[in-house]
């Protein structure tokens, strides 16, 4: 993408458009590539956030009443969006993961309703990293004749996705968790579904009358280029992540009273959640200040609760307070990951000599 290339992808009159719109439809087989799909099935969007509202709030539009059925630890752009449904005499069902973090798929069967619509399961969950079945509970939508919505933010690009082998009817897909650039994102949408998807966002009819509005062309490009990237690199990747993050967990576990938090196999390879027992996280985010971890996920930090994600899970608001959430990417190094060990085990060791002290 050059900056002479200033057409209006939408401007099928003159060669400035016809090239933007050449940009966008390759970047639109690029990420279809990434997870199996059909160029014509990826409908661009702002964001994960809205491509789960549009998946929500466009089916319940279609259906005016009815029943949803999703978990109780989702992100908050599947949550809000389902409590903001709720106030327009939707149900809404809050399937409660287990204490290893997964959701059920037998819980999620004996939640679906006469009258259910769709059921939205995350792929992975942004706090814990682990991964859910959602094959399993695709197949169980599929026989039920109920759509199947998937927030797959946290797995896209991280693990292998393919929307066919999955059973998934509309996957959200966020363009930063890609490395590709923020303010991007995509609504997967069967088209092979007749899913009576309606348009949330109205205007000039672009992308199929799903989303209307000049579409972000240069970060088109951006996610579309991060999307190839990660199919080239998925494997190699993964595998050079799961030994970071074993490198990481190898060095933690040794000190007393860590728990990690959500099954030990069934995760992504880049991110662990662990609880220090008898330490605040709080105070131990604010110590670990030359490393960046967080508590719960960026866009919930701003609060000192616990995380909704650990409580949902059952973990006790003491331990849950005292967990961060740490993760490894493209760029991590071992020593850093060495480096970062160390200084938890010192300030994990330092904070429990003040406690008992006091
Ligand atoms: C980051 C994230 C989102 C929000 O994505 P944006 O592209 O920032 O809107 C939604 N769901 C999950 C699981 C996420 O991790």
């Known amino acids: 993408m050059f900056d002479g290339d200033f057409g209006n992808p939408a401007s099928t009159s003159h060669v400035f458009g016809w090239e933007a719109e050449e940009h966008v439809e390759n970047a639109r087989v690029q990420l279809a590539q990434l997870i199996g799909a059909d160029p014509l099935e990826i409908v661009w969007t702002s964001g994960a956030t809205e491509s789960d509202n549009l998946a929500l709030k466009g089916l319940a539009e ?28 939707i149900r809404v069902t809050y399937v409660k993961p287990d204490t290893d973090g997964l959701v059920s798929p037998n819980h999620v069967a004996d939640a679906i309703e006469h009258d259910t619509f769709v059921v939205s399961i995350m792929h992975v969950n942004n706090e814990i990293g682990v991964l859910n079945d959602v094959s399993s509970i695709g197949q169980i939508c599929r026989d ?31 363009g930063h968790k890609i490395y590709g650039p923020k303010g991007i994102g995509a609504l997967y949408v069967r088209r092979a579904g007749n899913i009576p998807l309606q348009a949330i966002i109205h205007g000039g009819g672009h992308e199929r009358g799903l989303r209307s509005g ?20 998925l494997e190699r990747e993964a595998t050079h992540l799961r030994a970071l993050r074993e490198r990481l967990w190898a060095h933690l ?24 027992g008898g330490v605040d996280g709080e105070t131990l985010l604010m110590a670990l200040n030359d490393v960046a971890v967080s508590s719960g996920s960026a866009c919930t930090s701003a609060t000192v609760e616990p995380s909704y994600v650990l409580r949902a899970i059952g973990v006790a608001d003491e331990l849950a307070s005292a967990s961060l959430r740490f993760t490894v990417g493209r ?20 904070l429990r000599e003040r406690r008992t002290d006091s």
């Open 62 to 89: 279609h259906f005016g009443s009815g029943h949803i059925v999703t978990s109780a630890y989702e992100h908050k752009a599947v949550l809000d969006t389902c409590e903001y449904l709720e106030k327009t005499g």
């Open 144 to 174: 039920g004749g109920v759509f199947f919505h998937v927030d797959a933010a946290q797995s896209v690009g991280k693990v292998p996705v393919n929307v066919d082998k999955l059973n998934i009817d509309m996957l959200s897909i966020s």
């Open 214 to 233: 000049t579409l972000a062309t240069h970060q088109i490009v951006g996610i579309g280029a991060a999307a190839s990237i990660c199919t080239v690199e």
């Open 253 to 276: 576990r040794q000190i007393p009273d860590v728990h990690m938090n959500g099954s030990e196999n069934q995760r992504i390879p880049g991110l662990i959640n662990i609880g220090f």
């Open 331 to 350: 760029f991590t190094t071992e020593e850093e990951v060495d480096y970062a060990a160390t200084r938890i085990a010192d300030v994990v060791h330092t």
